[in-house]
């Protein structure tokens, strides 16, 4: 498995902008793919992205699509997930997570059970 810590939440208006960090240490990052979940209050957690190995290969939710950006940056065994157009739904603790590469497909990536490395968590509150 691979260590992740997260950091970037916070709180942001409706409308806003943040980026969510995870950086990765302990295997080849390269070994793995990774994906961003959210859970909030009440609700199970939700699949929101992932990115294959090389990151060339995004898959996104569809309540995020065309609003949120996942990359990698392999070189610095890092990823990201650029939030924009911010809105009170998104609200919820965010998970980055580290998987084999098995598998393809959105189908395959939104599987939490696809992920066997996890970060701690970071809230993400929007204001209306």
């Known amino acids: 498995q691979v260590q992740l810590v997260e950091s970037g939440g916070g709180l942001v208006q409706a409308g806003g902008s943040l980026r969510l960090s995870c950086a990765a240490s302990?295997?080849?990052?390269?070994?793995?793919?990774v994906g961003w979940f959210r859970q909030a209050p009440g609700k199970e957690r939700e699949f929101v992205s992932g990115?294959?190995?090389?990151?060339?290969?995004?898959y996104y939710a569809d309540s995020v699509k065309g609003r949120f950006t996942a990359s990698r940056d392999n070189a610095k065994n890092t990823m990201y997930l650029q939030m924009n157009s911010l809105k009170p739904d998104d609200t919820a603790v965010y998970y980055c997570?580290?998987?084999?590469?098995?598998?393809?497909?959105?189908?395959?990536?939104?599987?939490?059970?696809?992920?066997?490395?996890w970060g701690q968590g970071t809230q993400v509150t929007v204001s209306s």
């Open positions: 990115n294959s190995r090389s990151g060339s290969t995004t």
């Open positions: 997570a580290a998987g084999p590469a098995t598998g393809y497909g959105l189908v395959n990536y939104a599987r939490a059970q696809r992920y066997d490395s």
């Open positions: 302990g295997r080849t990052f390269t070994d793995y793919v």
